[in-house]
C-alpha cells in the first residue's frame, strides 16, 4: 500500500466509525459526477469539520467562496439553521445549476443563496449592497486570487469572524518561490498578507488524506 492509499484507507475507517451514512449528501456527490463537474469536492469528513467549526462558532451568517455542486455548502447550511443564511460564490454557470438543484434536494433552497460569476465582483456587489458582516467564511476558489479573497473578506467580516481557506499546502509547494504553478504563487502571497494583516490571528496545519496532501488556514478577525 503506498502512501495515497494509506491516508484514502484511513479517511475511510474516520468516515465509516464518525459520520453517518447521509442519502442526500451521497445523492449530491452522485449528481456531481453526472454533470462532469470536476471531482475535487472536500471529504466527508472535512465537511463535518466544516459544519462542526461553524456550529462551534454559533455561525448564523456564513460566506463561501467556490460553491462547485453545493456539497460543501450542504455542510454549512445545516450548520446555520432554518433561521440562518448562506452566501455561496460559484464563477461556472453549470456548476451553479447543479448546486442549486442538491441544494433543493437538500430543502435547504431558502437558507442558501448562490451567486454567479466573477468572486471578486460579486464580493463587490455584496459590499455596496450593504451586506451585514458574516460570522464565517469558507474560501475555496481559485487560489490565484486568494489574496484579493482575503481582503474583502476581511472587509466582510467584523470582531470574531472565523476565516478559513482551503487548499493552501499544494502537496508542499508553497515553499518554493520559484513554483511554475500560479497557484501555488496566489497561495504564497495570501500568506503574506496573512502575516502582516494585523486586523487577524491565524495559523495554517497540513493535512493527509482521500483528497492527497494540502491543509488549510484558520484565521480569526480581532
Do not use: C
Amino acid at each position: 500500500m503506498d502512501q495515497q492509499e494509506l491516508w484514502t484507507a484511513v479517511d475511510a475507517y474516520l468516515t465509516d466509525k464518525l459520520i453517518a451514512t447521509d442519502p442526500v449528501l451521497e445523492e449530491n456527490l452522485r449528481a456531481n459526477a453526472a454533470a462532469g463537474l470536476p471531482s475535487i469536492d472536500v471529504a466527508s469528513n472535512q465537511g463535518k469539520f466544516l459544519h462542526l467549526l461553524a456550529r462551534m462558532h454559533g455561525a448564523k451568517r456564513i460566506l463561501e467562496l467556490g460553491t462547485l455542486g453545493g456539497y460543501s455548502t450542504t455542510w454549512l447550511a445545516r450548520a446555520v439553521g432554518p433561521e440562518g443564511r448562506v452566501v455561496s460564490l460559484e464563477f461556472e454557470p453549470r456548476h451553479a445549476e447543479v448546486a442549486r438543484a442538491n441544494i433543493e434536494r437538500a430543502g435547504l433552497s431558502s437558507v442558501v443563496e448562490i451567486r454567479v460569476g466573477p468572486a471578486l465582483d460579486s464580493l463587490e456587489t455584496l459590499h455596496k449592497e450593504g451586506e451585514p458582516p458574516f460570522d464565517f467564511i469558507f474560501i475555496d476558489a481559485d487560489k490565484q486570487n486568494y489574496p484579493g479573497y482575503l481582503e474583502w473578506a476581511i472587509r466582510l467580516s467584523r470582531p470574531g469572524t472565523v476565516i478559513l481557506a482551503d487548499n493552501v499546502i499544494r502537496e508542499g509547494g508553497v515553499i518554493d518561490p520559484n513554483h511554475s504553478d500560479e497557484r501555488v504563487h496566489g497561495v504564497r502571497r495570501f500568506f503574506d498578507l496573512l502575516a502582516a494583516e494585523p486586523r487577524v490571528d491565524a495559523t495554517a496545519l497540513q493535512t493527509v488524506g482521500s483528497k492527497g496532501w494540502d491543509g488549510f488556514a484558520l484565521a480569526i478577525v480581532r
